[in-house]
């Protein structure tokens, strides 16, 4: 079966740096997307990456292994704001989105 | 970026009735778009696939008959729960594709939260 795995919930401190990591299996590879989602909000479109190696936006980052199918998000100089739910979407190969359940990720002060 | 528009946010209903939602993507054509329900503490389930002027495309499990899809135009999807219960109470999220980013990644739009008393 297809498959997702990212941790249920992180907590950083403000200023910081955060790492959120995401593994799959699936059916075939087509991209990975992350995807920010505030609580009671729709989701956020973050990062694609296709190809191996990190993505940089801004304070936000995202590697892809395709070997080892795996894929991290890096936050740096954490703000408060970025207190949300980080979900993880891998396209298969029939270019469906499989959704991971989303890490729940607390900023404190 | 893209822009899709979901209406109604929210929504209390009585069990037995019916409720429409509405999803417009506003600056791009979608001849596909895509239903989502979450759940609290939940990841996304989606629903079905919604093909502008085509019957949807329901995933397993998803009744067809209580959650009727129509894409009549190229703008605006629509999701009707029929006989609504509480157990249908849930946050319902529309979302889009823009084929022209190479991306393909999904706009969303806002959710309606529905609440069925």
């Known amino acids: 079966g297809q498959n997702i795995d990212q941790p249920t919930e992180m907590t950083a401190t403000e200023g910081a740096i955060v790492q959120i990591n995401c593994t799959y299996q699936?059916?075939?590879?087509?991209?990975l997307f992350w995807y920010q989602q505030h609580a009671g909000e729709a989701p956020t479109f973050l990062s694609y990456?296709?190809l191996d190696g990190l993505e940089e936006k801004g304070r936000f980052s995202s590697f892809l292994s395709r070997s080892k199918g795996y894929s991290y998000l890096l936050l740096k100089e954490l703000q408060m704001k970025d207190s949300a739910s980080y979900l993880c979407?891998?396209?298969?190969?029939?270019?469906?989105?499989?959704w991971g359940a989303g890490t729940k990720l607390i900023i404190k002060p | 970026g893209a822009v899709v528009s979901q209406h109604p946010s929210w929504v209390i209903c009585k069990s037995g009735t019916s409720v429409k939602i509405e999803c417009r993507s506003l600056?791009?054509?979608?001849?596909?778009m895509f239903w989502y329900r979450q759940f609290p503490k939940q990841s996304l389930m989606l629903m079905a696939t919604?093909?502008?002027?085509?019957?949807?495309?329901?995933e397993q499990g998803v009744e067809k008959d209580k959650f009727l899809i129509n894409h009549a135009s190229l703008t605006l999807s629509t999701l009707t729960v029929t006989s609504a219960h509480p157990e249908d109470s849930s946050f319902y999220i529309c979302?889009?594709?823009?084929?022209?980013?190479?991306?393909?990644?999904?706009?969303f739009g806002e959710g309606s939260r529905l609440t069925v008393l």
């Open positions: 600056d791009f054509q979608a001849t596909t």
């Open positions: 699936t059916s075939g590879f087509n991209g």
């Open positions: 990456n296709v």
């Open positions: 919604s093909n502008e002027g085509s019957k949807a495309t329901y």
């Open positions: 979302s889009a594709r823009e084929v022209a980013l190479e991306t393909g990644e999904l706009f």
């Open positions: 979407a891998v396209r298969d190969s029939n270019y469906q989105l499989i």
